[in-house]
């Protein structure tokens, strides 16, 4: 465990408790990317650079600005003084505890983790290139079909129908 | 503590934060938000299992980590889709007040 | 290659060792990233200072007037003049302004266009980070470019800079993808994402002719279509709605004064520079000479004389094309850039596979060629091009 790593934890975990727990939506998105970014340099670090990027491309580029989008859209201007959290906050927070400690008890306890010793080993684009044309075509052609799907889907979903032609 | 161990605990860690955010905020944009986390969470065991795991030459811990970004940027697209349609018919974002089925 | 043209060409390299090499071995790799990032910096600020002198003279000359002509020698000291008044300016935030956003913005919009240069060989041996994804990190340093714009226009609580920052952010997707999938042809064709092998795989010359992608028939029209999304994506003219002034007075920053304008007028041309710069990596052979005879002249002269070249075209757009409309600017990107990128793919897989020769160029030609003047056509049905009647202006 290194600085480094130490450093980068630190802020993808800040950032997204930011992200979960800020009043401002926007300040909540903004937040995300941060802890996103944080993410992406956590690969870079593990040596899956083509991840890494790909990470920052679509998360920072994408979904952030596309959350940030609808936040534009929706959110009325007068600023609300109740709670941002559900009424079964309380419930919500002691399941999500109990999956932490449930998660962080199965990986201290098991013997595989300490076993292992690390290679240098890295990534590079053109072995993902081959493994996607040949290994993996099959799933790559069923996600573009995904993507396709899911891109008219948006579309239908979101498109404001005009009044009396509907 | 080895490396896995940590890398292992941080993505524990932002799964529990998405998974509680997921469940109690009461914006319908922060809980997709949280599910993106807990999917990120998996995108990074993916890939620090693929590290230090007994076969990196074979890409599978980054091929999956590939596939599930693409899936979330496909989740995200048509889940903010059905907050700003459901925005459209009872004008809130807010989880709390979706309470009717009618349109 | 002559050993003192080969030394005038890596003398940059050398000088970077020699101080490098002054320090113990444990800092000298620090040292070289240092030195790499001083020497961007310095040079790309000082090209940003020059081209405002340039385009302000330059616009001035095709509107038939003068420019800036009084600081200096015809003005050409004028950024000093411009910085010297940025700096000292008051520096306003608006009271109901998210104040730490608001300062955040401009700095990350620099840092990211900044970044971008990590990856551009500006000469030969002349590059920061030669990753193995380069060009990928340059597409992904760039979308934090929308998020800063988008933070400059939220924040500062002002309808016209939100609409702007709507409107850049709109456009800059839109272009990311034409933008994106016109750069693919040059990595199928180089096989490679790393920009400097993509400029290695075009230095080699048929007779005097050089291998650059741009001369063939798939890069020529994806260097056209790199250019237009390119223009769009730095917000220059005639996509720069987002700033348009006689609409929504300087879109996304128009709350900020003083040194934070200059920032993001920095960041905004370095952002312009650096696509620029992408655009001459994998389409005009980097840092190659033209022709075979003139590879004497050092590697980073090359660079920066297209560059330069480059930034002069932009120019030159700027003074002479008028605006868009916003409906017009997104019909363009989806029913003309984006069918037209992928039949560029198409027709650089084509060129791929046929054997080499005249029929080759001819079916890729035509493949290209078809598709456009059908879409223009299709673009420009139902519009009738007459004279205007101008309600208000007489």
Known sequence: MTATFLILAAITIAGTVAAMAMRNLVHCVLALTLGFAGLAALYLQLGAQFVGLTQVLVYVGAVAILAVFVIMMTQKPAQTTESIFSSFWLTGSLIAALVFAVLGWAIYSSRLTSAIVSPHVEAAVRPIGDALMHRFVLPLEIMGLLLTAALIGAVVVAIQEKRGSA | MSSLTSYLLVSALIFSIGLAGALTRRSAILVLIGIELMLNAANLNFIAFWRYGPNPQALTGVMFAIFSIGIAAAEAAVGLGIVLAVYRHSKTTELDQMNSMKG | MHSAIQQADQIFVALQHRVAGYLPVKF?????????????????????????????????????????????????????????????????????????????????????????????????????????????????????????????????????????????????????????????????????????????????????????????????????????????????????????????????????????????????????????????????GGWAAPFSFLTWIPSYLWFFAKLLLMIAIFIWIRGTLPRLRMDQLMNFAWQFMLPMTLINVFAAGVWHFMPGGVIRWLVCAVLLIVPAVLLSRGLKQGKKFEARTYRFAE
Request: hydrophobic share 55%; glycine share 8%.
């Open chain 3, 28 to 284: 000298q790799s620090i040292a070289d990233v240092i030195l790499s990032v001083i020497a961007i910096v310095l040079v790309f600020a000082f090209l940003f200072a020059v081209t405002t002198v340039l385009e302000r003279k330059g616009l001035g000359r095709i509107q038939n007037r003068y420019g800036p002509n009084r600081v200096g020698p015809a003005g050409f000291f004028q950024p000093l003049a411009d910085g010297v008044k940025s700096l000292t300016k008051e520096d306003l935030v608006p009271r109901a302004a998210d104040q730490a956003v608001h300062f955040m913005a401009p700095v990350l919009l620099v840092i990211a266009a900044f970044l971008a240069y990590a990856v551009l060989p500006v000469g030969r041996n002349m590059v920061l980070a030669d990753l193995n994804a380069g060009v990928l990190f340059f597409f992904a340093v760039g979308t934090l470019v929308e998020l800063a714009v988008f933070m400059a226009g939220w924040s500062s609580r002002n309808k016209y800079s939100l609409l702007g920052a709507m409107r850049a952010i709109a456009q800059m997707i839109s272009y990311e993808v034409p933008l994106v999938l016109a750069s693919i042809v040059v990595i199928m064709a180089a096989g490679s994402l790393s920009t400097v092998s993509i400029v290695n795989m075009q230095t080699g010359y048929s007779g005097i002719w050089p291998h650059w992608f741009v001369l063939t028939p798939w890069g020529f029209a994806g260097f056209n279509l790199f250019m237009i999304a390119a223009t769009a994506e730095s917000n220059r003219s005639p996509f720069d709605l987002p700033e348009g002034e006689s609409e929504i007075i300087a879109g996304y920053y128009i709350e900020y004064s003083g040194f934070k304008f200059a920032l993001f007028f920095l960041g905004e041309y370095l952002g312009m520079f650096a696509t620029s710069g992408l655009a001459i990596t994998l389409f005009l």
